[in-house]
């Protein structure tokens, strides 16, 4: 069972930067960021695929944040600068069983696999 680990969270002022990242038990196909704020669906924020050549954003953060990969410690991150109240959320990280790429983005109903997720506040 793979199993997903975020952690780099935390209460940032706007402006100010984050990273996040999220461990892999074992190597994974694409790996996608959702964010969720209470009372709202899980958000699409970005998506890396495997080898690390394909990277998608969603139009809130594009130019602000930025995913990468290292698959020899199977850890993905997101760089988040230029941060805003709005980006407030809990970040989780997913992915699924089967090979996947980042063309779109997918419903959160389609990943098998979930971190716990990691809180991300800003505020002033």
């Known amino acids: 069972q793979l199993q997903l680990v975020e952690s780099g969270g935390g209460l940032v002022q706007p402006g100010g930067s984050l990273r996040l990242s999220c461990a892999a038990s074992?190597?994974?196909?694409?790996i996608n960021w959702f964010r969720q704020v209470p009372g709202k669906e899980r958000e699409a924020v970005s998506c890396?695929?495997?080898?690390?050549?394909?990277?998608k954003y969603a139009d809130s953060v594009k130019g602000r944040f930025t995913i990468s990969r290292d698959n020899a410690k199977n850890t993905v991150y997101l760089q988040m600068n230029s941060l805003k109240p709005e980006d407030t959320a809990v970040y989780y990280c997913a992915t699924r069983r089967i090979y996947s790429s980042c063309r779109s983005f997918l419903s959160p109903d389609e990943y098998d696999y979930w971190g716990q997720g990691t809180q991300v506040t800003v505020s002033s």
């Open positions: 074992g190597f994974t196909t694409a």
């Open positions: 890396i695929s495997s080898s690390g050549g394909i990277t």
